[in-house]
Antibody
Framework: QVQLQQSGPGLVKPSQTLSLTCAISGDSVSSNTVGWNWIRQSPSRGLEWLGRTYYRSKWYNDYAVSVKSRITITPDTSKNHFSLQLNSVTPEDTAVYYC?????????WGRGTLVTVSS | QSVLTQPPSVSGAPGQRVTISCTGSSSNIGAGYNVHWYQQLPGTAPKLLIYDNSNRPSGVPDRFSGSKSGTSASLAITGLQAEDEASYYCQSYESSLSGWVFGGGTKLTVL
């Protein structure tokens, strides 16, 4: 059974960097049949896919146009996890952030982390 | 404004059948990209309900079914139960954005 365990701070100051990690159990971040995603949800923006990392003989990343200039998703094979960094955050980035595995749809999700951007 | 349009709310009595529509365009559903559906209970992460337009993951009751035609998709729930009260989201790929998008969500109320 795949489980995704999220960790990271729930409060970030404006202009700083939001950092979250998703630890994977029951699967490998290096699996060549799935992707590893970050998705957020807020009342104003609904569910929003932010990006993914995946391995197909080498590492690839895809990012949403809306955050492409500010986002980095990084896999860590030694710890079997992947991380999200979102730079230069504003209050508009306040949301519940989820990590999720994609195979045919997003079939496994983390429990979510409420991140508030406030001074 | 979501790329995929869903009705904000639907309702039905226990035992009835309801459908939730997801309207897209030629750059997402109409382009042949798969549609997936999720159920979200309050305070929890979304749960995959239907994948690849009409397939149910293991453990999802056969009361839930999905279909796709043209630029739209639908989720049908038969034999409504109180536990089905939740928000439902469709999701597909949007070629103009080179990324995945969700519908705005539909809140199902069981009367």
């Amino acid at each position: 059974q795949v489980q995704l365990q999220q960790s990271g701070p729930g409060l970030v100051k404006p202009s700083q960097t939001l950092s979250l990690t998703c630890a994977i159990s029951g699967d490998s971040v290096s699996s060549n049949t799935v992707g590893w995603n970050w998705i957020r949800q807020s009342p104003s923006r609904g569910l929003e896919w932010l990006g993914r990392t995946y391995y197909r003989s080498k590492w690839y990343n895809d990012y949403a146009v809306s955050v492409k200039s500010r986002i980095t998703i990084t896999p860590d094979t030694s710890k079997n996890h992947f991380s999200l960094q979102l730079n230069s955050v504003t209050p508009e980035d306040t949301a519940v952030y989820y990590c999720a595995r994609s195979r045919q749809g997003y079939d496994y999700w983390g429990r979510g982390t409420l991140v508030t951007v406030s001074s | 404004q979501s790329v995929l349009t869903q009705p904000p709310s639907v309702s039905g009595a226990p035992g009835q059948r309801v459908t939730i529509s997801c309207t897209g365009s030629s750059s997402n559903i109409g382009a042949g990209y798969n549609v997936h559906w999720y159920q979200q209970l309050p305070g929890t992460a979304p749960k995959l309900l239907i994948y690849d337009n009409s397939n149910r993951p293991s453990g999802v009751p056969d009361r839930f079914s999905g279909s796709k035609s043209g630029t739209s998709a639908s989720l049908a729930i038969t034999g409504l139960q109180a536990e089905d009260e939740a928000s439902y989201y469709c999701q597909s790929y949007e070629s103009s954005l080179s990324g995945w998008v969700f519908g705005g969500g539909t809140k199902l109320t069981v009367l």
